[in-house]
């Protein structure tokens, strides 16, 4: 079945620094990619996604790209911020499981000043 | 303004006692959808809902029960028979099932 794999923090990181948080799939087809962020205590917001191959979504300073050889959507940002320590969860909606969104583990990130 | 509510924010249950945890959007949106989220995990999905008065079994959905009697609303039952039940619970919705999901602030249910 579908299924969403991500790097394993925590990752810790200093205020300005490059961040990468890795994202591999599996799914038949062509799913659709997203990554969400969860802020301490809350519930979880669209950051960004993307639908097609080579794709790029992007907000806030985020970037991710739809890699369709590699099946990857890895996660950046080229200068983090304190106000970004939160856990990111990456997911998918897979086209044999188009009902539902399927999940990574999330990884949690610390910017330190 | 739209968005998802959650009431209430933290909730208390006794051994062998039913509680139930609410959701409201006032999102127009047709699908609904419970996660459980562990300390350290991802979501695990309970129930989800893709129309009114319809609804289907997630991956984790033995020890709990929802109704969609309204499209605004989509009530989860934890009961008895859950013998886990401690954990921060997440609603959602979107427009139609599958597409970008819109999450409430959660509730967090305590065992005494």
């Known amino acids: 079945g579908d299924s969403v794999t991500q790097m394993e923090g925590p990752v810790t990181l200093s205020e300005e620094a490059f961040l990468t948080i890795n994202c591999t799939y599996t799914?038949?087809?062509?799913?659709?990619l997203f990554w969400y962020v969860q802020y301490p205590g809350e519930g979880l917001q669209l950051l960004l996604k993307?639908?097609?191959?080579?794709d790029k979504g992007s907000n806030k300073g985020f970037e991710a790209t739809y890699r369709k050889e590699t099946t990857s959507f890895h996660l950046e940002k080229g200068s983090v911020q304190v106000s970004d320590s939160a856990v990111y969860f990456c997911?998918?909606?897979?086209?044999?499981?188009?009902?539902?969104?399927?999940f990574g583990p999330g990884t949690s990130l610390s910017v330190i000043p | 303004d739209g968005g998802i509510t959650q009431s209430p924010k933290y909730l208390f249950r006794k051994e062998g006692q039913n509680v139930t945890l609410s959701c409201e959007q006032n999102?127009?949106?047709?699908?609904m959808y419970w996660y459980r989220q562990d300390p350290g995990q991802g979501l695990r999905l309970i129930y989800y809902?893709?129309?009114?008065?319809?609804?289907q079994k997630g991956d984790i959905a033995e020890g709990y029960s929802v109704s969609r009697e309204k499209k605004e609303s989509f009530p989860l039952t934890v009961t008895s028979a859950q013998k886990n039940p401690t954990a921060f619970y997440l609603c959602?919705?979107?427009?139609?099932?599958?597409?970008?999901?819109?999450f409430g602030p959660g509730t967090r249910l305590l065992v005494l």
């Open positions: 809902s893709q129309i009114v008065n319809d609804f």
């Open positions: 993307a639908t097609k191959a080579d």
């Open positions: 997911a998918l909606r897979g086209t044999a499981s188009y009902d539902k969104v399927i």
């Open positions: 959602a919705s979107s427009t139609q099932a599958g597409e970008t999901q819109y």
């Open positions: 799914a038949t087809g062509y799913p659709s």
């Open positions: 999102l127009n949106h047709d699908a």
